[in-house]
């Protein structure tokens, strides 16, 4: 009843910049916190960057000063920005969002499907 679909994933060299997004549509009545986490190979999942619903953020130590998360509360869209990107981001990126639907009166994670962002020279 929900989807969560990323885009904006690829290849960039060190040093360059990338912008993901992530919209959810189905039947949402509500979106709580959206977030940002990603998996490197052979390593477990981690949170990037969370925003609330008033709009404050938190990061991860590694990428604070190089990454910005906003969204876009109309479009029930989220994006990450990232900037000086380093071969160590190299990963999958997932989105995550607390979404209650029309159905339910309490809210549920959700996570998008991946998207892979590689940096590399």
């Known amino acids: 009843q929900v989807q969560l679909v990323e885009s904006g994933g690829g290849l960039v060299q060190p040093g360059g910049s990338l912008i993901v997004s992530c919209a959810a549509s189905g039947s949402i009545f509500s979106i709580n916190a959206m977030g940002w986490y990603r998996q490197a190979p052979g390593k477990q999942r981690e949170l990037v960057a969370a925003i609330a619903p008033g709009g404050s953020t938190n990061y991860a130590d590694s990428v604070k000063g190089r990454f910005t998360i906003s969204r876009d509360s109309a479009k029930n869209t989220w994006y990450l920005k990232m900037n000086s990107l380093k071969p160590e981001d190299t990963a999958v990126y997932y989105c995550?969002?607390?979404?209650?639907?029309?159905?339910?009166?309490?809210?549920?994670?959700?996570w998008g499907q991946g998207t892979q962002v590689t940096v590399s020279s």
């Open positions: 995550n969002a607390r979404i209650r639907t029309y159905t339910t009166s309490y809210f549920s994670d959700y």
